[in-house]
């Protein structure tokens, strides 16, 4: 061994149990502490972007739910409010109303895997099985919607694919009950336990200007406490009629972000009951013909109808020459969809802004010049999912 | 009137072959790896509601080299065929894989540039579990039918395929 290199290059992922998915890290070791940590993607490049420019545009729904698996109402609701934009479409009131409640029970489904995971990283088994639990409840919900537990495709252009099932609201409510109930089970196992505060207190720390200088979003920004939040800044879907509260940190490191992430499941189930009492009356889908499928009912039933359904199940429609840009607060952050249109009945391009991408560029600033048992913490910390990151 | 009546009930009677298989199969230890969607689909199955461990499978090892079940989970990229080569080879004898969903047996969804076409391309395939991705109650099936083979598995036939002599 030559006395010169004191460094050494370890090797982490694209196998490892504590990087969420295929992601590899190369770290440079000196002893105990991380010299440089570099992230390196691609491991599950899909070309989702690419497959998108090949279909119709309603067709591209279920290639959405695939790029964050962990919450896959958030992209439907980001893709197709992009869409509407495009198309220039207003949807119904109850549409609005009933996406947020589905949007916001997808955050609180997307931070449960997180918070299992990522105190499994941590040594705390036993969260893993009682966050999966909960999970199970929000999945039984998407199953009823959409008849399908992950990849639901239920928010279309122009709506939702099918009315809401019958005993939505007394499924929305018992979620609400169960998971706030189990939240206080969760602050006993975790928010004062000496070695989750020991692993994640003054870990993985970014100061709120560097935050905004790599231009982070989501609880990773909020936890260095930069007040922004999609649905505050621009609000979308309806956002402006909520009442609901932005949890922020102080010290941006993992425990704050933690914090964050648990009091931004409590606003999410807040909202998702304000949702449900204020649930207005009326139709799932817009009524626009020839763009936005006629109700099924009316397609067994009515001639127009069923030739409409007929025309943009084999066509789809044509789409305006433009750009669009369409931001949500998705749970990783902020997610948008640039769509490009150019008269035909495929996008010509699809460009998705992938808040998991963004945020794993800080992982160098989180982890350089730490031990490197914390680069496990910072990895869960910042809340990747891997199809998102690759796509 | 056979000499099982001689025999005491503390004994019982089997071949090497069928002993050897029947712990084996309820014994599986599975990689823990998964690639994408279906890997969350995978964690539900091991996690409390629909609990793996019924079937002794619970145990999911880090390292390919202790593990001998290998779960495919989600869609295999260009860039992550020769990981999975490798994890594979890693594998100790004998080993089983299962290709859980539809992109990992067939490409699913994702007929492009980026993803391997069926990961039976590269590895050995036993089980195909269908699905996009497939309920923790297919993978479960998927699994029990995986014990199935391994039931009727022969060690004499095992050792042929290592290309070793039956003593």
Redesign the interface.
């Known amino acids: 061994m030559s006395a010169e290199k004191k460094t050494i290059t370890l090797n982490m992922g694209p196998q490892h149990p504590s990087t969420h998915g295929v992601l590899r890290v190369k770290l440079e070791l000196d002893g105990e502490r991380v010299v440089t940590a570099e992230p390196i993607i691609g491991y599950l490049h899909t070309g989702i972007e690419k497959t998108m420019e090949s279909m119709l545009y309603y067709k591209v729904i279920p290639a959405t739910d695939r790029i964050d698996y962990l919450a896959p109402m958030s992209n439907n609701l980001g893709y197709c409010l992009a869409v509407e934009k495009l198309m220039d479409i207003e949807v119904p009131e109850k549409v609005k109303w009933a996406r947020v409640c589905l949007v916001e029970l997808t955050r609180v489904a997307s931070h449960l895997v997180w918070l299992g995971t990522h105190s499994i990283d941590l040594g705390a088994m036993s969260m893993l099985m009682y966050a999966f639990r909960e999970r199970e409840l929000i999945i039984d919900l998407y199953e009823a919607c959409g008849g399908q537990r992950m990849m639901t495709s239920y928010i279309r252009i122009g709506g939702l694919a099918s009315d809401l099932p019958a005993d939505f609201e007394k499924k929305v409510r018992n979620i609400i009950k169960t998971i706030r109930e189990k939240m206080k089970d969760y602050d006993k196992l975790l928010t004062e336990n000496p070695i989750f505060i020991m692993r994640t207190k003054g870990v993985a720390v970014i100061s709120a200007e560097e935050a905004i200088n790599y231009s982070l979003s989501g609880p990773m920004l909020r936890g260095s406490g930069v007040d922004y939040d999609v649905r505050k800044a621009n609000p979308y879907s309806g956002y402006e009629n909520f009442d609901f509260d932005v949890p922020l940190g102080k010290n941006g490191d993992a425990y704050d972000r933690y914090l964050i992430r648990m009091e931004e499941m409590r606003q999410s189930l807040n909202i998702a009951e304000q949702a449900i009492d204020g649930m207005p009356e009326g139709p799932y889908r817009a009524h626009v013909p020839g763009v936005v499928l006629p109700p099924k009912e009316d397609v067994l039933y009515k001639m127009e109808s069923m030739i409409f359904h007929f025309k943009i199940i084999t066509d789809g429609f044509d789409a305006p020459v433009g750009s669009v840009y369409q931001a949500i607060e998705s749970p990783k952050g902020e997610l948008g969809f640039y769509i490009t249109g150019d008269g035909t009945n495929i996008p010509r391009r699809v460009r998705v802004r992938p808040p998991s991408f963004v945020n794993l560029g800080s992982l160098p600033v989180l982890t350089e010049g730490k031990l490197l048992a914390d680069v496990v913490c910072a990895i869960g910390s910042i809340d990747i999912v891997l199809g998102e990151v690759d796509r | 009137m056979g000499l099982e009546e001689k025999i005491p009930d503390s004994i019982i009677l089997t071949s090497l072959d069928k002993m050897v298989n029947w712990a084996r199969k309820r014994s599986m230890w599975p990689l ?6 279906c ?3 995978m ?2 199955t091991f ?3 629909f609990d793996l461990a019924r079937y002794g499978m619970e145990v ?1 090892r ?1 390292s ?1 080299r202790q593990a001998d079940l290998m779960i495919v989970a ?2 295999v ?4 065929v020769p ?1 999975i080569k490798t ?1 594979y080879e890693q594998m100790p004898n004998p080993k089983w894989v299962i290709s859980m969903g539809a992109c990992a047996s067939c490409g699913g ?2 007929n ?4 391997l076409q069926g990961v039976d391309r590269i590895i050995p395939v036993d089980i195909y579990v269908p699905g ?2 497939p ?1 923790p109650e297919q993978l479960m099936d998927g699994i029990l039918k995986l014990q199935e083979i391994v039931e009727k598995d022969s060690l004499k036939k095992v050792h042929e395929e290592w290309g070793r002599k039956v003593v």
Do not use: T, W
């Open positions: 823990g790896f998964g690639l994408a969607c890997a969350i689909e964690i539900s996690a409390a509601h999911m880090a390919p989600g869609r990229s260009m860039k992550m990981v994890l969804v994702f492009n540039y980026a993803i996009c991705p309920r």
